[in-house]
């Protein structure tokens, strides 16, 4: 397979930069084909700007739309003008250069710290210039429908979502303090992958990444590789696609379809769409990774514990790696929302 991976992590000796080195090679010893996009090295861009058009700005019937800037520059109607700078090849080269390595992908991995709850401001600005419409989403299907969630442009396609976070997994779990993992990365799973018509593989969660051992490195690198090695069998979130049927005409689901439910579970196809709160809350308690385990996972090393805090060596709350990638225990509270992993 041809397979993408999306790095977002300012740091080349972080915990993070050590998995992505484990995860690349276990690929490529598997026969697979890599790229890697390390936003942070290349120094991309995130912010949606006039500089992303080499084309005219102007609107379709060549006219400055809304009026025209104290420069005498047209609007900028950004959707507008990325569709049809996408259609005419006049995007600037670095989103043209991005479009193309997922145009080559089989499968997307995208890694990166969880902060403040979703990807860093770099990976949200890669999204906001590469998924343009005409490219990831605003394709219309033989009747007339638009193509999204499960059915569009990029559809054929899988994502993995490599994550770390300073917490214990347990705080992602149902009943955990945060909610459950695939919960909180929805708008990135079912609201971007998704949408585009990418089928969101269940994320791969490295917890209590500021306290991490020797072992703990260890437990975790051998379980990412392992999770990458049956990269080719492993079954993705069963969304619910829009157009099959399962919603009406207001994009509400189907009253007769997980009735009663109103929480994101609701748009899944499988059990966990199906059973009561508590029903679904104890099967999404197990982390192990045995895939009859629970409908709703955190993908992590079966049996790992929660080191010690305090123990090792301190580096200011931020993790880093030497050598051939063991991260330093760190000092400190407990899950911070920000920090460097």
């Given at each position: 397979?041809?397979i993408?991976?999306i ?12 998995l ?27 912010v ?46 670095d ?11 089989d ?24 998924f ?12 007339g429908r ?29 009943r955990g ?15 971007t ?26 437990d ?28 009406d ?68 709350g ?11 225990a ?12």
């Amino acid at each position: 397979m041809n397979i993408l991976w999306i790095f977002a992590h300012p740091e080349q000796r972080s915990l993070n930069a050590s998995l992505r080195d484990e995860g690349l090679a276990e690929l490529e010893a598997a026969g697979h084909s890599t790229r890697l996009t390390d936003l942070y090295a290349i120094g991309f861009n995130p912010v949606v700007g006039r500089s992303d058009f080499e084309g005219d700005l102007a609107g379709r019937d060549g006219t400055a739309g809304d009026g025209t800037g104290r420069d005498g520059s047209p609007r900028l109607r950004v959707g507008e003008a990325q569709e049809r700078g996408y259609a005419e090849r006049t995007l600037s080269a670095d989103i043209l250069a991005e479009q193309e390595k997922v145009a080559w992908a089989d499968v997307l991995v995208f890694q990166f710290p969880l902060w403040w709850f979703g990807p860093p401001a770099i990976l949200k600005g890669w999204f906001d210039r590469v998924f343009v419409q005409g490219f990831a989403f605003g394709i219309e299907d033989e009747q007339g429908r638009v193509m999204r969630y499960g059915r569009g442009p990029l559809s054929g396609r899988r994502a993995l979502v490599v994550t770390t976070v300073g917490g214990r997994a347990t705080a992602f779990e149902g009943r955990g303090v945060h909610g459950h993992l695939e919960d909180v990365l929805h708008p990135l799973l079912h609201g971007t992958f998704w949408y585009a018509g990418i089928e969101a593989l269940p994320p791969f969660l490295v917890p209590g990444a500021d306290r991490l051992d020797e072992r703990g490195y260890a437990d975790h690198a051998r379980a990412l590789r392992t999770r990458l090695r049956e990269l080719p069998g492993t079954t993705p979130i069963p969304y619910r696609a829009q157009n099959d049927g399962d919603y009406d005409e207001q994009m509400l689901l189907r009253p007769e379809l997980a009735p009663g439910r109103t929480d994101l579970a609701a748009h899944r196809t499988d059990s966990a769409a199906l059973r009561t709160d508590a029903d679904a809350d104890a099967s999404r308690a197990d982390t192990s990774l045995a895939p009859e385990a629970a409908d709703r996972r955190i993908l992590s090393p079966t049996g790992l514990r929660e080191p010690e805090q305090g123990g090792g060596s301190a580096s200011g709350g931020a993790s880093e790696v030497g050598g051939v990638g063991a991260a330093a225990a760190v000092e400190g509270t407990e899950g911070a929302p920000v920090g460097a992993r």
